[in-house]
């Protein structure tokens, strides 16, 4: 087993490391084993995954199962998927957040919360329930937590993330006045096909002075991309604004709290160098103010144009537009899918995939109405085509929350949790099951614009598949 665990996290102001040495395999691992490599065999299968409950009964937060079959079984209607009666157990203690390799032959995971929270794992796919762990560990938790955000940010690069903030009051507990506010980052660099840490800092997120005083904060980061370029990542923020004019409260745990204030500095993504993860800075849209930090799915592609794709997800209905060139927002674009499907509700997109020549496909529910749909987009032309599916009504797509007064049961939604769409050339795979309902394998071909209902896939009570890879 090489095992490679990060001893210490290093603390300070803008510090970046590369070649790490505190990195080192555990006692009694054979020297001589060698990495696993780069994916570079041909696609053999789609890997699909499901969510299950855990003690508690809460829906989707058990852990994670996976089960691989070809492309071949995928689109046969008549063949049947159990996922949770037939699958390999992912090494997570809540919802493992699953990342794919290029070519499906490789998943990659790092384990949520819990003793193991944090530890990275590496699994070739080998068909059916065969999954081998590679046993090359690496412990992210001294940096990231054992709650980290992290994605394949290009392919063989791993990128996590964690952000904080703390408000400054003029005492603790109510009636104090605000002060300031500092938000931090950290930043750590997978190498994917020699699982180590390559490169971490944290640093100070910089706002200007008056944005802090003005009470601008982030307490979250997520979704990294590489551009094209590899020179730049670009980081999805979830920026808030506590209200400086109000003084602060006290919680029912006795916490200090601050009312939250109106964001007038639009939609922000974090930027640094790479690989120096070097100069931090901020850039805004002036033609959004939804969030972009997403939940627990990729919301940002690298265009065929070389531009960077950016959802604001998992709320919002824009897909916006960063330059390849300048590193900045084109301000002159913006996607909104509430207008290109001529809906008069609001849209969430909560999942989305660019496929290829800037057309997509995003998973999206609409306010006040029950299930959750696919559309087809046209980054392009500004254009969607919403696609018909079966249960596509069912409300254990959307979810609800849950009403005392009424005593309505909270369901959580398949399209809350949702983790990963498929892509094989011009074709898109979404496994589409209402929570604890049976469903199929859809497969899109983007380019004729045809769906068709592949493969079943056999659900249980409170689990729903997450994951095409």
Not at 100 to 112: P, T
Not at 259 to 271: C, D, M, Q, R, Y
Not at 272 to 295: E, Q
Request: proline share 3%; glycine share 12%.
């Amino acid at each position: 087993m090489k095992t490679k665990f990060f001893k210490t996290a290093v603390l300070g102001t803008a510090i970046a490391i590369g070649a790490l040495t505190s990195c080192k395999k555990s006692d009694g691992v054979d020297a001589g084993q060698q990495a696993s490599g780069p994916d570079v065999a041909d696609r053999k299968y789609i890997t699909l995954t499901g969510a299950f409950p855990d003690a508690e009964g809460t829906a989707g937060n058990g852990g994670t199962m996976a089960f691989a079959i070809t492309p071949e079984q995928a689109k046969d209607a008549n063949f049947e998927v159990n996922v949770f009666a037939n699958g390999y157990g992912l090494r997570s203690q809540r919802t493992a957040r699953v990342q794919g390799s290029v070519n499906g032959n490789f998943l990659y995971n790092i384990q949520y919360t819990g003793n193991d929270g944090g530890i990275f794992n590496k699994y070739k796919v080998e068909g059916g329930k065969s999954f081998v762990d590679t046993r090359e560990e690496v412990n992210t938790e001294p940096i990231l937590g054992t709650a980290p955000r992290w994605v394949v940010a290009a392919e063989g690069i791993g990128v996590g993330v964690y952000a904080s903030s703390k408000v400054t009051g003029s005492k603790e507990g109510a009636g104090a006045d605000f002060v300031n506010v500092a938000s931090t980052a950290k930043i750590a660099v997978l190498n994917l096909n020699d699982p180590q840490i390559t490169r971490q800092t944290e640093f100070t997120i910089p706002f200007t002075a008056e944005q802090t005083k003005a009470g601008y904060q982030i307490g979250r980061i997520d979704v990294p991309i590489l551009n094209a370029s590899k020179t730049k990542i670009f980081i999805g923020c979830n920026l808030t604004r506590t209200d400086v004019t109000k003084q602060s409260t006290v919680n029912g745990d006795g916490n200090q709290v601050w009312t939250s204030g109106k964001n007038e500095l639009g939609t922000a993504t974090l930027v640094v160098d790479y690989p120096s993860l070097n100069n931090p800075k901020l850039i805004y849209a002036a033609n959004g103010k939804a969030n972009n930090h997403s939940y627990r799915t990729m919301t940002q592609y690298l265009g065929t144009d070389g531009n960077i794709y950016q959802a604001t997800a998992t709320s919002g209905s824009q897909i916006l537009r960063i330059n390849g060139s300048t590193g900045t927002y084109d301000n002159a674009y913006n996607f909104d899918l509430k207008t290109a499907l001529g809906t008069s509700n609001n849209v969430a997109i909560r999942a989305w995939r660019h496929v290829k020549n800037n057309i997509g496909l995003v998973l999206y529910t609409e306010t006040g109405v029950d299930g959750g749909y696919l559309a087809l987009i046209d980054l392009t032309a500004n254009t969607a085509v919403k696609l018909a599916t079966e249960n596509q009504t069912n409300i254990g797509f959307s979810g609800r929350s849950a009403d005392k007064v009424t005593g309505v049961t909270a369901i959580t939604g398949t399209f809350g949790q949702f983790q990963n769409i498929g892509v094989i050339g011009d074709l898109a795979y979404v496994p589409m099951t209402p929570n604890g309902v049976d469903g199929h394998i859809y497969i899109i071909d983007t380019k004729t614009k045809q769906i068709t209902k592949g493969a079943k896939l056999k659900n249980q009570s409170g689990s729903f598949y997450l994951g095409a890879y």
